[in-house]
């Protein structure tokens, strides 16, 4: 079965610092992966994706990502953090396609990360 | 701009008396999905449209129910809601031929 989990609970970053989120997956076949972000009584907001091609993935708000297949990785970065990036942050993978129907796979969610960046 | 819009962004509800959340969408999207999420947890998926065709998760409890009488349209019907079911109410929707969702705002929905 599909699977995603983000070890961390919360992540403390001083603004200005690089940041980095976690997340592991595990899937049986190609894996599509995730990442959103959801800002108190908020929506998620869709940051960035990997399907295929670069294992280095850039996305809205500068935030990137890299996928890692050996150590079945999929982390999130930022270069410099901002205070507003503070947030919950969730990885999520592609879950397989079900027969029938045409509907494509369900995303599977990750508990979710609190990016709490200060001033 | 194309968006998912939801409405209303909170309700309030009493114990036991239905109550029904609408989702609209701008995307012409296929697919549109609804998520219960509880205190910033990780939102859990209810069911979902493709196109018409309904389809259940295992574990969503029969007192919710869902419509989709055209492509931008998506109501969650609560029938009875109980304490339990206060909660964050998302929807989504995604393209079949891209893979990202789009999600509304959200209804917070408190159950006195």
């Known amino acids: 079965a599909q699977s995603v989990a983000q070890p961390e609970d919360q992540v403390n970053v001083a603004e200005g610092n690089p940041l980095t989120v976690k997340c592991t997956y595990s899937?049986?076949?190609?894996?599509?992966l995730f990442w959103y972000v959801q800002y108190p009584n908020r929506g998620l907001q869709f940051l960035l994706k990997?399907?295929?091609?670069?294992?280095l993935v850039k996305g809205s708000y500068g935030f990137e990502a890299e996928f890692n297949k050996s150590q079945t990785s999929f982390h999130l970065k930022k270069p410099s953090a901002l205070v507003s990036d503070s947030a919950l942050y969730f990885c999520a993978v592609r879950d397989a396609p079900s027969g029938g129907g045409g509907s494509q796979g369900n995303l599977i969610f990750g508990k979710g990360t609190k990016l709490s960046v200060k001033p | 701009d194309a968006m998912v819009i939801q409405n209303p962004r909170y309700q309030v509800t009493q114990f036991g008396k239905p109550v029904t959340l609408s989702c609209s969408q701008t995307?012409?999207?296929?697919?549109m999905y609804w998520y219960q999420q509880k205190s910033s947890q990780a939102p859990k998926l209810l069911f979902h449209?493709?196109?018409?065709?309904?389809?259940n998760e295992a574990d969503t409890p029969d007192n919710f129910q869902s419509r989709r009488p055209n492509t931008s349209f998506c109501f969650l019907d609560i029938r009875s809601p109980g304490l339990g079911d206060a909660a964050m109410y998302l929807c989504?929707?995604?393209?079949?031929?891209?893979?990202?969702?789009?999600f509304g705002p959200g209804t917070r929905l408190t159950v006195l």
């Open positions: 899937v049986s076949g190609n894996p599509y």
């Open positions: 995307l012409n999207h296929n697919v």
């Open positions: 989504a929707t995604s393209e079949l031929a891209f893979h990202e969702q789009f």
């Open positions: 449209y493709y196109d018409k065709d309904f389809n």
């Open positions: 990997y399907i295929t091609g670069d294992n």
